[in-house]
């Protein structure tokens, strides 16, 4: 199964669904959100969070067999692990949210850094992008990193995530 980049979620190679627009509000008790999932050019239905605490939910499109998210949420995997739909629903945003943001920083050379650990990963940082082990060695020293102990520090290199140290020249 492929492993999405950003969130670790494992997800079968068919179907593919994806989160391919989102919108979010914020008030002052919540952030509900709503974001658009499709398959290919195919919208099937949005997640959707009233941002009052509770599970986002899978709300399909009349025209869309809900059984059949139902089976690829089945087969997902975080950690090797089933995981419910409303968090699969929440890494799908997630994967998304950060992908985007991800293309913008690069448009301008820049990057993100986070920090992984046994059971979390989050972003820490946007930095220019650290083209060579000597700026990959000095980003991590300024960024003061890494926060957590064991964690290892990454960059997203243009493609996927790469430790700050221990990296080659490019």
């Known amino acids: 199964m492929p492993t999405l980049p950003h969130t670790g979620l494992q997800t079968p190679d068919q179907p593919r669904?994806?989160?391919?627009?989102?919108r979010e509000l914020t008030l002052r008790r919540g952030f509900p959100f709503k974001a658009t999932l499709s398959h290919g050019r195919v919208t099937?239905?949005?997640a959707e969070n009233h941002g009052t605490g509770?599970?986002?939910e899978f709300v399909p499109r009349k025209d869309f067999n809900a059984a059949d998210f139902e089976r690829f949420a089945d087969a997902c995997r975080l950690n090797g692990r089933p995981l419910s739909t409303s968090l699969l629903l929440d890494l799908l945003v997630k994967e998304y949210s950060i992908a985007r943001a991800l293309?913008?920083?690069?448009?301008?050379?820049?990057?993100?850094?986070?920090?992984v650990t046994a059971d979390r990963?989050?972003?820490?940082?946007?930095?220019?992008m650290p083209e060579t082990a000597a700026a990959r060695k000095q980003l991590l020293e300024a960024l003061g990193q890494p926060?957590?102990?064991g964690a290892v520090t990454e960059f997203w290199n243009g493609s996927n995530w790469e430790p700050l140290t221990g990296a080659s020249d490019s």
Do not use: F, K, P, Q
């Open 17 to 22: 669904y994806e989160v391919t627009a989102y």
């Open 54 to 56: 509770g599970d986002t």
């Open 147 to 149: 926060l957590t102990l």
């Open 44 to 46: 099937i239905g949005s």
């Open 103 to 115: 293309r913008a920083h690069l448009r301008n050379g820049r990057t993100m850094v986070r920090e």
């Open 121 to 128: 990963t989050r972003i820490t940082a946007n930095a220019v």
